[in-house]
C-alpha cells in the first residue's frame, strides 16, 4: 500500500515557516503585501480569490483585494495594474485567471512588473525558470517539488514522466524535475502508447484535467504519484486524475485529492510574496 504525501501537513508546517519570519521582518518594519485581482463573478474564481485572501491574513500579510465587474476594458485593467506596479506597500499582484474572454489574458500577464509577479507566468520570470534562476517558482510546480522532497524522495537519476505540458502546470513541472537531474518525459493528447510511457516513471504527474485517467496498469510499482488534477466526479464530489482506490495499491507513495499538491499552491504564492517583500 503506497505512502500517502500528506499536502495540508506539510503545507501548514511551511506556512508556520512563513508566519514566523514574516514575524521577523516585521521587526524591521516589512510587512509583505499581496493585491489580488478578479474581474467578473467565477464562482471557482471567487472561491480560489477568498482562500488566498485568507491565507494572507493567517501568515500575517497585507492583503488588498480588487474585485473588478465583468465588463472591466482591457484598459481599466491595465491601469490598475500600472497602479500595483508602483505602489509600495504591494509586494506581489496576482491576477486571477481565467479572466473574462474580450479580455486579454498574455497582455494583463505582460504588464505585471517581473519584480511582483508572483505567480511566475511572466515570460520574463519564465525564461529565468528556463535558465535556472529560481527568482520565483510557479506556485503549483514548485509546491510538488516540495511535496517530493517532504516524502524524501531525490528526483537525480530518476525516471520521471509529467502528463500535460499547460503553460502552469505540465511545461514548468518538467523544467523543476529536470533541474533537479530528472530524466524528464512530457506527455500531451498526441502521446503514443501514453501507458507504456507512463509505466516507465519512477516519479509520475498527472496534470490532465480527467478523472481517473492514470490507471493501476499505468503505474510501476513502488513509484512516486502525483496527483495535481481538480475535477469534480458524477457526485458532484472532488477528485483527482488518478484512480487513487486502485493506484495506491500499487505506487509506493501518492499525493491525495483533495488534501494532496491543492494546499501547496497557495503556501508557494506567499513563499514568493515573502520571498518579494525580502527583495
Ligand atoms: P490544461 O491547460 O487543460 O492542460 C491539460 C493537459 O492535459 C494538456 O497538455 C493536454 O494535452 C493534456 N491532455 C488532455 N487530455 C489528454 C489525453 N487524453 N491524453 C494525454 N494528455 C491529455 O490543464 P492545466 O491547467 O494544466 O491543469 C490540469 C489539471 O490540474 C486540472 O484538473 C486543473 O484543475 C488542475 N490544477 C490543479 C492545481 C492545484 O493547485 N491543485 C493547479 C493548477 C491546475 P494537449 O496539450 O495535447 O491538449
Redesign the pocket.
Given at each position: 500500500m503506497a505512502k500517502l504525501i500528506d499536502g495540508k501537513a506539510i503545507s501548514a508546517a511551511l506556512r508556520e515557516q512563513i508566519k514566523q519570519e514574516t514575524r521577523l521582518l516585521a521587526e524591521q518594519g516589512i510587512t509583505p503585501g499581496l493585491a489580488v485581482v478578479i474581474v467578473g463573478e467565477d464562482p471557482a474564481s471567487q472561491v480560489y480569490v477568498r482562500n488566498k485572501e485568507k491565507a494572507c491574513e493567517e501568515v500575517g500579510f497585507y492583503s488588498e483585494k480588487y474585485a473588478l465587474p465583468a465588463q472591466t476594458t482591457q484598459e481599466e485593467l491595465l491601469a490598475l495594474v500600472e497602479k500595483l506596479n508602483h505602489k509600495p506597500d504591494i509586494d506581489g499582484i496576482l491576477v486571477q485567471l481565467p479572466l473574462p474572454s474580450h479580455l486579454d489574458e498574455k497582455a494583463v500577464i505582460a504588464a505585471i512588473s517581473p519584480d511582483k509577479d508572483v505567480d511566475a507566468f511572466h515570460a520574463v520570470n519564465v525564461g529565468r525558470i528556463m535558465q535556472g534562476e529560481y527568482r520565483f517558482l510557479p506556485c503549483?510546480p514548485a509546491g510538488i517539488m516540495e511535496l517530493i522532497h517532504a516524502a524524501g524522495v531525490a528526483v537525480e537519476g530518476k525516471e520521471c514522466v509529467v502528463?500535460?505540458?499547460?503553460n502552469?502546470?505540465?511545461k514548468p513541472m518538467a523544467m523543476l524535475l529536470l533541474h533537479e537531474n530528472g530524466t524528464v518525459t512530457i506527455?500531451?493528447?498526441?502521446?503514443k502508447n501514453?501507458p507504456e510511457v507512463a509505466r516507465r516513471a519512477d516519479i509520475l504527474v498527472a496534470?490532465?484535467?480527467?478523472a481517473g485517467?492514470v490507471t493501476a496498469d499505468m503505474v510501476k510499482p513502488g513509484a512516486v504519484v502525483i496527483d495535481?488534477?481538480?475535477?469534480r466526479n458524477a457526485q458532484g464530489k472532488l477528485c483527482g486524475?488518478v484512480d487513487f482506490a486502485a493506484v495506491s495499491e500499487i505506487a509506493g507513495a501518492i499525493t491525495p485529492v483533495p488534501g494532496g499538491?491543492?494546499p501547496m499552491?497557495i503556501t508557494m504564492l506567499l513563499k514568493n510574496t515573502l520571498a518579494a517583500a525580502r527583495r
Amino acid at each position: 500500500m503506497a505512502k500517502l504525501i500528506d499536502g495540508k501537513a506539510i503545507s501548514a508546517a511551511l506556512r508556520e515557516q512563513i508566519k514566523q519570519e514574516t514575524r521577523l521582518l516585521a521587526e524591521q518594519g516589512i510587512t509583505p503585501g499581496l493585491a489580488v485581482v478578479i474581474v467578473g463573478e467565477d464562482p471557482a474564481s471567487q472561491v480560489y480569490v477568498r482562500n488566498k485572501e485568507k491565507a494572507c491574513e493567517e501568515v500575517g500579510f497585507y492583503s488588498e483585494k480588487y474585485a473588478l465587474p465583468a465588463q472591466t476594458t482591457q484598459e481599466e485593467l491595465l491601469a490598475l495594474v500600472e497602479k500595483l506596479n508602483h505602489k509600495p506597500d504591494i509586494d506581489g499582484i496576482l491576477v486571477q485567471l481565467p479572466l473574462p474572454s474580450h479580455l486579454d489574458e498574455k497582455a494583463v500577464i505582460a504588464a505585471i512588473s517581473p519584480d511582483k509577479d508572483v505567480d511566475a507566468f511572466h515570460a520574463v520570470n519564465v525564461g529565468r525558470i528556463m535558465q535556472g534562476e529560481y527568482r520565483f517558482l510557479p506556485c503549483t510546480p514548485a509546491g510538488i517539488m516540495e511535496l517530493i522532497h517532504a516524502a524524501g524522495v531525490a528526483v537525480e537519476g530518476k525516471e520521471c514522466v509529467v502528463i500535460g505540458r499547460s503553460n502552469i502546470v505540465g511545461k514548468p513541472m518538467a523544467m523543476l524535475l529536470l533541474h533537479e537531474n530528472g530524466t524528464v518525459t512530457i506527455c500531451h493528447s498526441r502521446t503514443k502508447n501514453l501507458p507504456e510511457v507512463a509505466r516507465r516513471a519512477d516519479i509520475l504527474v498527472a496534470a490532465v484535467g480527467k478523472a481517473g485517467f492514470v490507471t493501476a496498469d499505468m503505474v510501476k510499482p513502488g513509484a512516486v504519484v502525483i496527483d495535481v488534477g481538480m475535477n469534480r466526479n458524477a457526485q458532484g464530489k472532488l477528485c483527482g486524475d488518478v484512480d487513487f482506490a486502485a493506484v495506491s495499491e500499487i505506487a509506493g507513495a501518492i499525493t491525495p485529492v483533495p488534501g494532496g499538491v491543492g494546499p501547496m499552491t497557495i503556501t508557494m504564492l506567499l513563499k514568493n510574496t515573502l520571498a518579494a517583500a525580502r527583495r
